[in-house]
């Protein structure tokens, strides 16, 4: 499985971006996918996951009401639409894979494939 997250950018407070994550495979319908962003100086954290069917979405509470993800199985792709964006949104957003089950998981040791990363930066 290979995952390509694309969509980050530069974005002033309070604007909005798409991000992408393209997967390769033909089961990707099979995966729970999830979303991860890592800041400067700071551990990976959790940001959000949507089980294999999209039917079921989790979110950690700092992107709660603001953060949308999504996924078209159609197009092995899943998204996060991130808006209202804030200053501390600043990271390298992650997207990963769990080909061993389709439910939700917030930890990284439950995904097993992951993305290259892509920048998103937010100016105050």
């Known amino acids: 499985v290979q995952l390509q997250a694309s969509g980050g950018g530069l974005v002033q407070a309070g604007g909005s971006l798409r991000l992408s994550c393209a997967a390769s495979?033909?089961?990707?319908?099979?995966?729970?996918m999830g979303w991860f962003r890592q800041a400067a100086g700071k551990e990976r954290e959790f940001v959000a996951a949507i089980s294999w069917t999209g039917g079921s979405t989790y979110y950690a509470d700092s992107v709660k009401g603001r953060f949308t993800v999504s996924r078209d199985n159609a197009k092995n792709t899943a998204y996060l639409q991130m808006n209202s964006l804030k200053p501390e949104d600043t990271a390298v957003y992650y997207c990963a894979a769990d080909t061993r089950s389709g439910i939700l998981r917030r930890r990284e040791n439950d995904y097993d494939y992951w993305g290259q990363g892509t920048q998103v930066t937010v100016s105050s």
């Open positions: 495979g033909r089961t990707f319908s099979r995966y729970g």
